[in-house]
């Protein structure tokens, strides 16, 4: 486990523990593993789809606290036999929506 925290505004810290974090040519990968199990495909995409900004938060962190760009966030379920990966479809997009959240949310503090 990887301890990260990166500031997402004046008011707001973003904390998060990464199970795995590997540099590549291109950039930073996070991957994290999950022990839910799944039933089929449409149940584990359920399960990415809620997963989703969780694994953006942690690959916006690690972007943030490294200034090192993070090319892919994948989470890897444990809890149905073999274990599957699936990355988190349109990351940037993704972790726009919560540093978004993020301005919402310290605005709305004030």
């Known amino acids: 486990e ?6 997402l505004s004046t008011d ?9 974090a590997y540099r590549t040519d291109s950039g930073l990968v996070v991957i994290d593993y999950k022990t839910d199990s799944w039933n ?6 359920a ?6 900004l969780q694994g953006a938060a942690y690959a916006l ?6 200034g090192t760009r993070v090319e892919r966030m994948a989470f890897c379920f ?3 036999g073999s274990a599957v990966e ?13 540093e978004a959240w993020a ?8």
């Open 12 to 20: 707001l810290l973003l904390e998060g523990y990464i199970d795995l």
């Open 2 to 7: 990887l301890f990260v925290a990166a500031p």
């Open 78 to 80: 444990l809890g149905s």
């Open 47 to 52: 399960k990415v789809t809620r997963y989703r």
């Open 103 to 110: 301005v919402t949310a310290t605005s709305e503090g004030t």
């Open 86 to 98: 699936r990355d988190v479809p349109n990351l940037d997009a993704a972790m726009s929506e919560v």
């Open 61 to 66: 962190a690690l972007q943030k606290a490294t």
């Open 40 to 45: 089929d495909e449409e149940d584990l995409s």
